[in-house]
């Protein structure tokens, strides 16, 4: 394993990298804009792509660059760009309608947070020296889940809910990275493409929407109940 | 012999696909759309003859062809069939026909996507096919473009999109697991993941099978992350309901399986079937309850399908070569029942010019032949003899009390009989109540829209009076190659 001996500099330098990720989701929590969502997000994927070369460099997995590559293009480029075409088409500036204010989504992130890391706890049986990037990995990979369906449920607008969609998967991209990085590179390349895809589908949703139900808020969606 | 079917199997839809595209125009999208379903259903059944044989990895292990995969193929390949006949003659109601070409198109691509996923042997690869799915019926659901299905379109990607991200998670967690045991870098088949699973940390073990069971529980519609499911299935048009109902759902319950079939015989198993069967029973029990008092037609028949999807569920949970067996037969009868189901809902939705349960009466009187298929559909969707439906069913009641799962039984068999009023009650309204106000246009007598229907309860019938001692077998080979024959 390539985590059972790992140093303290390349330790310190994943946690670094994992828990910036992490700040940048509670920017996205705590924000109202949505130029700044999509901002936020757009770091977090460099920061990936970052963590994927820097794991890449360290574990002797050459194929992790051409993922750091991928994801910097993908998700640090593509991906930011077709949101803001999204967000410019859509002529929505800031999220108006949310479920809870800013400031106490952050603070049930924060709880969320907590709570993820007892999960991680309970989950890793590691003693050795990595201990503590494994938990950190596994929290994180957890509370970048549990953020993003908070993002999901509190928000209202397409776009915040696509980001959110993207935060989760983000998650998991990152904490793979740190935990499995010896995982084939086709499946990641796949997932890859894969989320490009996505994003595609529900840019053509959101138009759909704004020409037949006539609002991008998901709080007017309403007539189908029961 | 087999790798050469499965790729007339891939390669049919495909081949309709290309030729819907191509041509634009909307006779020719439904003859090969047709052409590939009925190609599919008939190299199906050698396909699944075949691998009873023994599995086949193809493709460098990327595809796995077993009896469990073929089976589901099987399934998916007789809505397939049905359904594409049936759109024919519902299609053109709708009086959209520049866009027909595409709608074929998707059809097709979403037929293809699940017989994909049934054959993957990587549970990476498997994640990425059932995503697939997702992204191509989306467009199916939304096809009629109005306020209520492009919202229900909506509502599908997002909860199925963040339910199965869940079941992402699950995987990595799965994969990270196993690595302990066969080394940082492996391929992520059944096998390996079944092989390592008894070495891997237990909690662990178990935490990654709970995000697996979220995650493909949302795609399959299991209660209480269905919430997508009555929108989507009752927005779409008759045709993609009954594939979203009869094919989609039994492709996700195959991964569900999978899994289990992973975690059986670890210290976890115990636990991981319990917690299968509280999610069925607890689908079970909220479909019911939504059966009882529901109003729009379709809605109803999309609430029957989270029951069904419960029974599927509980009969994998019980868990046993007869819980197997229930379940694998369970699909196939649900597959044809629902189809019928839903032909019957839109011929009925499309006359009356409504979605609303109340608007819809004197079916009798407007369709005298389909008329009466549809309300022996219902019967037998209700779980009562002699169709084949309550032969699964019992089959089920019998794994449980063997399993030992006896309040689950209990409450299972207080809501069978439920569930057999209350749907049935729907239908007395429909068929013999008063009419209300307003014209009743009966629709144009079409083959394509009558033949289907026959087509589901033929079998329904002979398959409820009489078990093909075959299947049996089958069954057992199945839970054979899945469960790994312990438990």
Known sequence: ?226 | MGQQLLSILLLAPLAAIVVSLLSRRASSAEYATVTAAIIDLLVSIPLLLRTLSGSLILAHGYVLLDPFGAWVILCISIVYALSSVYAVGYMRLLNEEERLPVFYALFSGFALTMQLACVMNNAGVFWIAIELTTLVSTFLVGFEREAESTEAAWKYIVVVSGGISLALLGTVLFYWGSSFVLGPSYAMTWAALRQSAPQVYPPLLLVSFLLVLVGYGTKAGLAPMHTWLPDAHSESPAPVSAMLSGALLNASMLGIARFLGVVTGTSVSRFAHAAVVGLGIFSFVIAVLFIVRQTGIKRLMAYSSIEHIGVQALGLGFGGPLGMAGTLYHMLNHSLNKSLMFYGAGNAMRADRSKEIRNIRHVLKVFPVSGILWLLGAVGIAGAPPFALFLSEFTVLRAGIGGGYLWVVIVFAIFLIIVFIGFLSHFRTMYFDEAPEGEIVPLPWTAWRTLPMWLAILPLLVFGLWWPHGLWNIFHQVFLSVMGGGQ
């Open chain 1, 1 to 226: 394993m390539f985590l059972a001996h790992i140093n303290s500099l390349q330790a310190s330098i994943f946690s670094s990298l994992a828990i910036l990720s992490l700040l940048l989701t509670f920017v996205m929590l705590g924000s109202h804009w949505l130029k700044n969502y999509v901002y936020a997000f757009a770091g977090q994927s460099w920061l990936i792509a970052a963590l994927s070369a820097s794991v890449g460099y360290f574990s002797g997995y050459k194929e992790l660059y051409a993922i750091a590559v991928l994801t910097a293009l993908f998700r640090g480029l593509v991906l930011p760009w077709l949101l803001m075409r999204i967000v410019g088409r859509l002529n929505v500036k800031r999220e108006i309608h949310s479920v809870l204010q800013s400031s106490s989504s952050l603070v049930i992130g924060a709880c969320v947070v907590m709570f993820a890391f007892v999960i991680a706890n309970h989950m890793s049986r590691q003693r050795q020296g990595a201990a503590h990037v494994v938990i950190l990995a596994l929290t994180i990979m957890l509370s970048m889940k549990f953020l993003g369906f908070l993002m999901l449920s509190v928000r209202d607008e397409a776009v915040s809910q696509i980001l959110a969609l993207l935060v989760l998967e983000n998650g998991i991209f990152l904490g793979s990275q740190i935990l499995v990085p010896g995982m084939p590179l086709l499946i990641e390349i796949v997932i890859l493409f894969d989320l490009l895809i996505v994003v595609a589908c529900f840019g053509m949703l959101v138009r759909f929407l704004v020409v037949h139900a006539g609002t991008t808020s998901s709080r007017e969606l309403n007539r189908l109940v029961g």
